[in-house]
């Protein structure tokens, strides 16, 4: 089974969500037999790279709300992230452009380290002091090195900003046809779709639902041919 998870490293609930899931999926007896697949999207798409600024800032003139509105809310993620184990600091975090984080993360799919460097990065944006925005590509460089991707590698993605681009873009459009206008989006074997950092026991549920609504296999020609089994292989008789 599959699951795909569309998600932007700039999101609260996202990073949240994910630990939501994971711990459902954890508790899944299936939980070997089901691949998940990290999807992009952006919640400032088109945003430009040295367009930084402080997170409550981009909360009072995105939403309208006052300063001590936006504050409120970050202690509010803070307590929500610390009910599943994170670390989230309320104060002095900064915003900007997740393009180049995307791209990344197509390439560390081909490597088979998305998972290492989503999960870096979100502890990075999250729970440490230094800026995945304002300290540039060196920060980003050091973050897909340690999640096990190569360094020239990683600098030539960030030097031509056309690669995996059209993979990021892809991701998005596809997050609109199935109708979702938000994230976290997860959606399981694309039959079931759930929106939002639902409850564990929600993902659980989803799981559960997913796993046993599995067409059975069919078998295409039901004639005897040659195969191997646990008792050895068949050798033709001539």
Known sequence: MRVEIWSDIACPWCYVGKARFEKALEAFPHRDQVEVVHRSFELDPGRAKNDIQPVITMLTKKYGMSEAQAQAG????????????????????????????????????????QHELLALLYKANFAEDRSVF????????????AAGLD????????????????????????????????????????????????????????????????????????????ACGPDGCAVPQH
Request: no cysteine; net charge negative; proline share 4%.
């Open 74 to 113: 970050e202690e509010n993620l803070g307590a929500q992230a610390a009910a599943e184990g994170l670390e989230y600091r309320t104060r002095g975090r900064d915003h900007g452009s997740t393009f180049d984080m995307h791209r990344l993360l197509h390439l560390a799919k081909e490597q088979g380290r």
């Open 134 to 145: 304002s300290e540039g590509d060196e920060r980003l460089v050091e973050l897909a090195v």
């Open 151 to 226: 360094d020239d590698a990683v600098r030539k993605v960030l030097a031509d900003p056309t690669a995996y681009a059209e993979d990021v873009r892809a991701d998005e459009r596809e997050a609109a046809e199935l109708g979702a206008n938000g994230v976290p989006f997860f959606v399981l074997d694309r039959k079931y779709g759930v929106s939002g950092a639902q409850p564990a026991d929600v993902f659980a549920q989803a799981l559960t639902q997913a796993w046993g609504e599995r067409p059975p296999l069919k078998l295409i020609d039901q004639k005897d041919a040659e």
